[in-house]
């Protein structure tokens, strides 16, 4: 009688993977994409990456001991947090830029609610709009040559594409491999997929949630994209250029802001898709991933209330309802 047996509620089932491990996998994923920005826009680069982690760890547990929670930096959720933001910003920043933006999405989009489980939006993405906000020239016009590392003016191929409907002077490989202007993240697609396959490949994401969100944005470009003409705009470039990538593969999929269903979730990354699209082609702003996902990350408990699978024996169910409706006439 030495040892008591603990009854918990269902389910019983215990996977192998904890959280601590997913974050590191994820952490993983985002290498690449690091590696790529301090290539492609130098020195800089590095210290914004740095500024955001620093800020984002210390932003946790300086909110944790100051409301006497347990410190949970170890399971390195701040880290993805501050990696995130930094790779969406654009790499010639001013430092208070990401240390601040970090600090806001640690403490005000995840801690006051309670801490990771409980937020209602990704932090990472709610630092970036707050910043977006507060600080537009900044985070409209603070680019970097790639290669170069040389300050560069001007609108980026995504403001030019809505603009002019053309993103000139870029190939494919440009695309691919970051040879262009735009946020530190969002530029080498070529690293962001091979994060965003590792992710799928080892199953700590839904393929569904990027499928969704940047099959939407390529075929509504498509569709609508070009001015006065239907079925003729580029839906390829539309996906490659600004965070579509970033944000379908590592923010979209974030498991506390999207639906726990397999449909849920395409319906999460449709919807993402949808908003972006509507702001890119009819709104003032160029890009618009930040606020499709946020508004998705809001509707996610309404998904979740209505996208509901069937339990086991659900069809056992219906069939003794009809029966019983057939024997009552």
Not at 58 to 72: C, D, G, L, P, W
Not at 182 to 196: Q, V
Not at 283 to 309: C, H, K, Q
Request: glycine content about 14%; overall charge positive; hydrophobic content about 55%.
């Amino acid at each position: 009688m030495g040892e008591k047996l603990l009854i918990t509620s269902s389910p019983h089932l215990k996977g192998p993977n904890s959280v601590r491990g997913i974050m590191l996998e994820v952490i993983f994923s985002l290498v690449p994409a690091s590696i790529a920005a301090v290539v492609l826009f130098g020195f800089h680069a590095l210290l914004v990456l740095l500024a955001s982690v620093a800020s984002a760890v210390a932003s946790e547990a300086i909110f944790q001991k100051a409301v006497k929670r347990e410190v949970t930096v170890g399971d390195f959720s701040a880290v993805i947090t501050g990696m995130l933001l930094a790779l969406s910003l654009p790499p010639g920043v001013p430092l208070f830029v990401p240390v601040i933006g970090s600090a806001f999405a640690i403490m005000i989009a995840k801690q006051i609610f309670g801490g990771l489980g409980t937020n209602f939006v990704n932090p990472a993405l709610a630092g970036r709009a707050f910043v977006m906000a507060a600080w537009t020239m900044h985070m409209t016009a603070d680019w970097i040559s790639p290669f170069a590392f040389d300050a560069a003016s001007g609108a980026t191929p995504l403001g030019l594409l809505k603009e002019t409907g053309q993103a000139p002077g870029l190939s494919i490989a440009d695309l691919l491999i970051g040879n262009r202007l735009g946020s530190m993240g969002e530029t080498c697609i070529a690293a962001l997929l091979l994060g965003g396959a590792y992710l799928i490949v080892r199953g700590i994401i839904d393929w569904r949630i990027p499928a969704g969100f940047l099959g939407i944005l390529f075929v509504g470009t498509w569709i609508f994209g070009k001015s006065g003409a239907y079925f003729q705009g580029d839906g390829l470039t539309a996906i490659l250029l600004g965070g579509a990538v970033l944000g379908g593969f590592f923010m979209a999929t974030d498991y506390v802001t999207s639906p726990v269903t397999a449909k849920g979730r395409l319906y999460m990354g449709m919807g993402a898709g949808f908003v972006t699209l509507l702001i890119r082609l009819w709104g003032s702003y160029p890009e618009g991933v930040t606020y499709g996902i946020l508004l998705m990350n809001l509707a996610t408990p309404l998904i979740d209330r209505f996208v509901v699978p069937k339990y086991y024996g659900y069809m056992h169910d219906v069939a003794l309802r009809k029966k019983a409706r057939a024997g009552g006439r």
